[in-house]
T-cell receptor
Framework: SQQGEEDPQALSIQEGENATMNCSYK?????LQWYRQNSGRGLVHLIL?????REKHSGRLRVTLDTSKKSSSLLITASRAADTASYFC??????????FGIGTKLQVIP | DTGVSQNPRHKITKRGQNVTFRCDPI?????LYWYRQTLGQGPEFLTY????????KSRLLSDRFSAERPKGSFSTLEIQRTEQGDSAMYLC??????????????FGSGTRLTVV
């Protein structure tokens, strides 16, 4: 079963615009992670935010976490064509494995 | 050792045949995970190892599936009597147990299985 749900499922933006993806989950977590997957490839870990953190930055990425609403958002600023990929949130409930959502497919148009 | 390596990248097999995939994790990572991903879905957990011990198996892992990590290094995932529903991308990931739980996984590029 998949714990997280990303929203929207697909997003198309122009290069240079910001992209925001949301993730909702159902149960309490230790941390939440975001991954990127290029078509037909493995996943790449982008950023991890712990349950006691509210916001985290890494380069052009900004992640927020609201544990009261059981939701997270990933913001990619100044998007580039190379950001075109699927983005997944994954929750770690402390059971030693992460559970993935169904992903947001992002297309950045040059 | 620059990452997680999976072989083969692609496998086409006839229904009813057995297939085996291999995963070589990052050498200092003692946790190894297997996930399965079908088209348009996120990865689904199958099983994981800490060193050579298989610590958890998903109910998705039917008795046709078996995974091993004999010396705590590489791992194999075998599917016996393949069915068309087994067609998917099989992903392997690793992580260092001593940095858990707040550490992300490193994934391989996956093995895409097509059962015809």
């Amino acid at each position: 079963s998949q714990q997280g749900e990303e929203d929207p499922q697909a997003l198309s933006i122009q290069e240079g615009e910001n992209a925001t993806m949301n993730c909702s989950y159902k149960t309490s977590i230790n941390n939440l992670q975001w991954y990127r997957q290029n078509s037909g490839r493995g996943l790449v870990h982008l950023i991890l935010i712990r349950s006691n953190e509210r916001e985290k930055h890494s380069g052009r990425l900004r992640v927020t976490l609201d544990t009261s609403k059981k939701s997270s958002s990933l913001l990619i600023t100044a998007s580039r064509a190379a950001d075109t990929a699927s983005y997944f949130c994954a929750t770690d409930r402390g059971y030693q494995k992460v559970t993935f959502g169904i992903g947001t497919k992002l297309q950045v148009i040059p | 050792d620059t990452g997680v390596s999976q072989n083969p990248r692609h496998k086409i097999t006839k229904r009813g045949q057995n297939v085996t995939f291999r995963c070589d994790p990052i050498s200092e990572h003692n946790r190894l995970y297997w996930y399965r991903q079908t088209l348009g879905q996120g990865p689904e957990f199958l099983t994981y190892f800490q060193n050579e011990a298989q610590l958890e198996k998903s109910r998705l892992l039917s008795d046709r599936f078996s995974a091993e990590r004999p010396k705590g290094s590489f791992s194999t995932l075998e599917i016996q009597r393949t069915e068309q529903g087994d067609s998917a991308m099989y992903l392997c990931a690793s992580s260092p147990a001593d940095r858990l739980p707040n550490y992300g996984y490193t994934f391989g590029s996956g093995t895409r299985l097509t059962v015809v």
